[in-house]
Nanobody
Framework: QVQLVESGGGLVQTGGSLRLSCAAS????????FNWYRQIPGKQREWVAS???????NLVDSVKGRFTISRDNAKNTVYLQMNSLKPGDTAVYYC?????WGQGTLVTVSS
C-alpha cells in the first residue's frame, strides 16, 4: 500500500521560502513520477509540479522561476522548494502519485 506523508508547511512572510517534503513508502520509489498539487479553500485542486522517474520536471507557469521540484531516491522523498512566496501561494499542498494522495501540508504566506 502506497503512503505519502507531506511536511514542511508553515507561516512565512511575502518573499520568504519554504521547502516541502513528501516521504513515500510501499512503492519502488525510483521507478515512478510524483506530483505536487495545491488547493485554496473554496477552489479546485491545482497541479503545481511534476517530476519523472529520471528527474524530468514540469511546473505550472505561475510558479516557474520561484519553485523547484526535486527528488532523493535514496530517501524515497520528493521536495518542493518554494522561493519568493506570494500571498497567492497560500494553500494546502498535496503530494500525489496516481490515485494516492498525502494528507496535505498548509502553507500560509502573509502580506
Amino acid at each position: 500500500q502506497v503512503q505519502l506523508v507531506e511536511s514542511g508547511g508553515g507561516l512565512v512572510q511575502t518573499g520568504g521560502s519554504l521547502r516541502l517534503s513528501c516521504a513515500a513508502s510501499g512503492i519502488i520509489f525510483s521507478a515512478y513520477a510524483f506530483n505536487w498539487y495545491r488547493q485554496i479553500p473554496g477552489k479546485q485542486r491545482e497541479w503545481v509540479a511534476s517530476i519523472g522517474s529520471r528527474g524530468t520536471t514540469n511546473l505550472v507557469d505561475s510558479v516557474k522561476g520561484r519553485f523547484t521540484i526535486s527528488r532523493d531516491n535514496a530517501k524515497n522523498t520528493v521536495y518542493l522548494q518554494m522561493n519568493s512566496l506570494k500571498p497567492g501561494d497560500t494553500a494546502v499542498y498535496y503530494c500525489n502519485h496516481l490515485n494516492t494522495w498525502g494528507q496535505g501540508t498548509l502553507v500560509t504566506v502573509s502580506s
